[in-house]
């Protein structure tokens, strides 16, 4: 059954991803017809995330920036889709790494890297960066229940130079690597929320307390790795430029979560640069009537 699921669909989703980006981009404008205005999916999570976030706007601000991010929202659907057969010519000139010498730098110096990163904008063409850096680059990655598919979106964001490995073996490959003198860069997106039972850490994130995720620090002070955050900006449809930030070289000179807090605040200043470019689909303050009294 499992192949015959990706029989059906994959030839599908293949052709699809070779047709020029204007042509998918149609295909963008009508999702977003149907999706707004028809089926209003989660038009009514993403407002309410928006009211959170931004208490101080009006409405009417609010409802503007929310039909921009499902414009957005469905072209990062068709542009995921374009993932599987983009080339190195056209990513390099639609995914702009603005200084890529930063990450050299560190490499140069025998640093390992804790790469940092929000779900803003494009992050799924992030899986071009090994091609415009020095430094070996790893990915975690969660199976897909259909084994087929399962290869095929592994081989399609490692097919440009990530390394992959399971999400639940990320310290013992981390690990393996350190013990072989391995250098390393490892993407690690840490925005969205925590299982709760799970959660060290709450903060306020967009003025909203919630629980938050702490595992990007605690893996970069386990192996002394400086922690880079990488900043997406959307220039225009189809073209985006990524900034590297040095949030520290030693992660380990700082107090618990202080680390933590300097990823969320260049997150923040992200999201209000280009608000609308931001997963608010997902329910990110769904926790913050459960704050624990220590943490309030």
């Not at 999702?31 to 009417?60: M, Q």
């Not at 995914?95 to 799924?124: C, T």
């Not at 070996?136 to 440009?160: E, H, L, P, W």
Request: proline share 3%; hydrophobic share 40%.
């Amino acid at each position: 059954m499992q192949f015959l699921v990706f029989a059906l669909t994959y030839p599908i989703i293949w052709l699809l991803s070779l047709l020029p980006m204007r042509v998918l981009y149609m295909i963008s404008d009508f999702f977003y017809f149907l999706f707004y205005y028809i089926i209003g999916y989660r038009k009514e999570v993403v407002l309410e995330n928006l009211k959170l976030a931004f208490p101080e706007k009006e409405l009417s601000e609010l409802k503007s920036i929310r039909k921009k991010f499902f414009r957005h929202f469905t072209d990062i659907f068709v542009e995921s889709i374009k993932a599987f057969t983009i080339s190195k010519k056209e990513i390099s000139k639609r995914y702009v790494y603005k200084n890529p010498e930063l990450i050299n730098d560190l490499h140069k110096r025998g640093k390992s890297i804790a790469f940092v990163g929000a779900h803003q904008a494009n992050w799924e063409w992030s899986i071009s960066i090994p091609l415009f850096v020095d430094i070996q680059c790893f990915g975690a990655y969660t199976r897909i229940g259909n084994k087929y598919f399962d290869k095929t979106v592994k081989d399609s964001r490692m097919k440009f130079g990530f390394i992959g490995y399971k999400t639940t073996e990320t310290i013992k490959s981390m690990a393996k690597n350190f013990d072989n003198n391995v250098q390393g860069l490892y993407l690690l997106l840490s925005d969205q929320s925590p299982q709760v039972h799970k959660t060290h850490y709450w903060s306020e994130f967009m003025g909203v307390k919630v629980p938050i995720h702490t595992g990007a620090e605690m893996l970069a002070k386990k192996f002394d790795m400086a922690v880079v955050n990488y900043s997406i900006k959307k220039i225009k449809r189809g073209y985006f430029e990524v900034t590297f930030e040095t949030i520290t070289e030693t992660p380990r000179d700082f107090e618990d979560y202080k680390v933590t807090d300097k990823y969320l605040a260049i997150t923040e200043r992200n999201i209000h640069a280009q608000p609308e470019y931001y997963l608010w689909s997902h329910k990110r303050f769904k926790h913050r009537d459960k704050v624990p009294k220590e943490w309030q």
